[in-house]
């Protein structure tokens, strides 16, 4: 239906805190996208925590968030982003995977239709706000420049009459998201 760069972000966050086939349905079982669809439902309905109070916590595995993503993608109807997969590291590190399919958009010749990024980093949260600090991104197996990437998340964006943005900005945490860590195979969100 749409396709916004914070999208993008904001989904492989907070999902965390909560990064596809043909593409969506491979990795999407029913009751891993529940299990993440019941915690986002238990944090928006609890009262707001104080500081002394952050201990409240949710664990998500990186299985249950790669369902909820794939859940969303498909639900959702997204007509852009085809896939985004997640694999989990030690101190907010994730690695993952875009699949982005422009099939039935008119694009410059020298864009392919059909692209698969694959990318590294390390997602920062600051005072209430998020970002993915980009170390590596790659098309198709080349290594490219995160501008590239941007490139296309702006013609996208001027395609869908959406505001562009980059993928360096900074968004809103989800309402009731105070932190998040991520782990081997899990994020643990503290809300």
């Not at 109070?53 to 299985?63: G, K, P, W």
Request: hydrophobic residues 40%; aromatic residues 14%.
């Amino acid at each position: 239906m749409y396709f916004r760069a914070y999208f993008f972000w904001r989904m492989s966050v907070f999902c965390f805190s909560l990064s596809l086939f043909s593409f969506a349905l491979q990795n999407y079982t029913q009751p891993e996208a529940k299990k993440v669809l019941d915690a986002i439902e238990k944090i928006k309905s609890a009262p707001p925590s104080t500081a002394q109070n952050i201990s409240r916590r949710i664990v998500v595995t990186e299985n249950e968030l790669n369902s909820y993503i794939a859940y969303r993608i498909e639900t959702e109807k997204e007509e852009i982003m085809k896939e985004l997969r997640l694999k989990l590291f030690e101190n907010n590190k994730i690695e993952g995977k875009i699949g982005i399919d422009l099939s039935q958009r008119k694009i410059p010749s020298f864009l392919p239709p059909r692209m698969t990024f694959y990318f590294a980093g390390a997602v920062e949260v600051k005072e209430g706000k998020v970002r993915l600090d980009l170390q590596k991104l790659y098309l198709e197996g080349q290594s490219i420049q995160p501008m590239i990437l941007d490139f296309i998340i702006f013609l996208v964006a001027k395609m869908e009459n959406t505001e562009a943005s980059s993928i360096n900005d900074w968004y809103e945490l989800p309402y009731g998201i105070k932190d998040f860590e991520t782990h081997p195979g899990q994020v643990i969100v503290f809300y």
